[in-house]
């Protein structure tokens, strides 16, 4: 049938969770690492998309594929109030009792909640603390006001603990219908039954994996292709680095008997040296810049051919002239 009003509601609800920022930062983690996730839930009014940073997920060691994952979860952290706040669709409401009610709390057990600290993880801290350490410094540890929730999705169950001592939800999974046959009408009003199809059940992730390998769920991303060319160029840097530092900050030899003046020995513009002729020489090291140049651009050129990345596609120009097939060649093979 027509699915042009379907699509236009699926195109709402992806602009609402703002799900293309969200894949966006998925397609990251699997460029650089080779995984990203994302993991779908309800928010009571449309399917929504949760990142989840690659750290932060588990899954069924024995996996290979989606078809065979088992189990899997996540972590995150979040604070009582929110977990507190959380309310659901009562299934037991009773619209004829007045005591009934329609929406009820979502978690248990919250008074059981120990605070979280760092005796609660032992150090194993989330993508976010290791973040915030990395880049301002700051950090979340030892704040009393959040807990850590770690969720655990099977085909059968959907279980949270929080500070992974308190069970606050452990329930069916939604992820999964029964199929049914429901009553509806046709276009001239007549009453005819449909048949709701089954769906088994799944794991709720969308991964994004780079470069898969058949027997692993766990993939390989762009960097790790280039990950030992790096590190060489990255010691030949360094190596550079420290030549020039020896180089502007020459090591000398002084005749022992000037020892007390060597206090007075600093490599500075227009120093002034109270020294006999001769009791001071400077040991020059070897310059290696043009060799460590050298290699630096060897690397360079390997990891671009090893990444498919050359002067054509980075919008620099070669040498001599090319005709439009050579060049849509080399764009191909580019792209490829």
Same mark, same amino acid.
């Given at each position: 049938? +027509?699915?042009?009003?379907?699509?236009?509601?699926?195109?709402?609800?992806?602009?609402?969770?703002?799900?293309?920022?969200?894949?966006?930062?998925?397609?990251?983690?699997?460029?650089?690492?080779?995984?990203? $996730?994302?993991?779908? $839930?309800?928010?009571?009014? $449309?399917?929504?998309?949760?990142?989840?940073?690659?750290?932060?997920?588990?899954?069924?060691?024995?996996?290979?594929?989606?078809?065979?994952?088992?189990?899997?979860?996540?972590?995150?952290?979040?604070?009582?109030?929110?977990?507190?706040?959380?309310?659901?669709?009562?299934?037991?409401?009773?619209?004829?009792?007045?005591?009934?009610?329609?929406?009820?709390?979502?978690?248990?057990?919250?008074?059981?909640?120990?605070?979280?600290?760092?005796?609660? $993880?032992?150090?194993?801290?989330?993508?976010?603390?290791?973040?915030?350490?990395?880049?301002?410094?700051?950090?979340?540890?030892? @704040?009393?006001?959040?807990?850590?929730?770690?969720?655990?999705?099977?085909?059968?169950?959907?279980?949270?603990?929080?500070?992974?001592?308190?069970?606050?939800?452990?329930?069916?999974?939604?992820?999964?219908?029964?199929?049914?046959?429901?009553?509806?009408?046709?276009?001239?009003?007549?009453?005819?039954?449909?048949?709701?199809?089954?769906?088994?059940?799944?794991?709720?992730?969308?991964?994004?994996? +780079?470069?898969?390998?058949?027997?692993?769920?766990?993939?390989?991303?762009?960097?790790?292709?280039?990950? +030992?060319?790096?590190?060489?160029?990255?010691?030949?840097?360094? %190596?550079?680095?420290?030549?020039?530092?020896?180089?502007?900050?020459?090591?000398?030899?002084?005749?022992?008997? %000037?020892?007390?003046?060597?206090?007075?020995?600093?490599?500075?513009?227009?120093?002034?040296?109270?020294?006999?002729?001769?009791?001071?020489?400077?040991?020059?090291?070897?310059?290696?810049?043009?060799?460590? @140049?050298?290699?630096?651009?060897?690397?360079?050129?390997?990891?671009?051919?090893?990444?498919?990345? @050359?002067?054509?596609? %980075?919008?620099?120009?070669?040498?001599?002239?090319?005709?439009?097939?050579?060049?849509?060649?080399?764009?191909? %093979?580019?792209?490829?």
């Amino acid at each position: 049938g +027509d699915t042009k009003t379907l699509n236009a509601l699926n195109d709402q609800w992806w602009t609402q969770d703002k799900t293309k920022l969200k894949a966006s930062w998925a397609i990251e983690d699997s460029l650089q690492v080779g995984n990203g $996730y994302l993991w779908q $839930y309800w928010n009571g009014e $449309y399917p929504c998309n949760q990142y989840i940073p690659t750290e932060d997920n588990f899954f069924d060691p024995a996996a290979t594929n989606y078809e065979n994952l088992q189990w899997g979860g996540y972590r995150y952290l979040t604070t009582k109030k929110e977990l507190e706040d959380e309310e659901i669709t009562n299934d037991q409401y009773n619209p004829e009792d007045e005591k009934s009610e329609l929406l009820v709390k979502r978690y248990k057990n919250l008074d059981k909640v120990d605070e979280y600290t760092k005796k609660t $993880y032992r150090g194993d801290k989330t993508a976010k603390q290791l973040r915030e350490e990395m880049f301002s410094g700051s950090t979340s540890d030892g @704040d009393k006001n959040l807990v850590e929730i770690i969720v655990f999705h099977d085909k059968e169950k959907i279980v949270r603990v929080a500070n992974r001592c308190t069970v606050i939800e452990n329930g069916d999974t939604w992820a999964k219908r029964e199929a049914s046959v429901i009553q509806s009408v046709d276009d001239q009003g007549q009453p005819v039954p449909v048949e709701i199809p089954e769906i088994e059940a799944f794991i709720p992730v969308a991964p994004a994996r +780079d470069y898969v390998d058949g027997a692993l769920w766990y993939a390989r991303g762009e960097i790790e292709v280039i990950g +030992d060319l790096q590190e060489l160029l990255n010691d030949t840097q360094n %190596q550079k680095s420290d030549n020039m530092s020896l180089t502007n900050n020459m090591m000398a030899i002084l005749d022992p008997s %000037q020892a007390e003046k060597q206090d007075e020995i600093q490599i500075t513009p227009g120093a002034v040296f109270t020294l006999p002729p001769g009791s001071l020489e400077f040991i020059k090291p070897n310059s290696i810049g043009p060799d460590a @140049d050298t290699e630096m651009l060897r690397l360079q050129g390997m990891m671009r051919r090893a990444t498919a990345s @050359d002067e054509l596609v %980075q919008g620099s120009s070669s040498q001599g002239t090319q005709s439009a097939t050579e060049i849509n060649s080399r764009l191909m %093979q580019a792209g490829t």
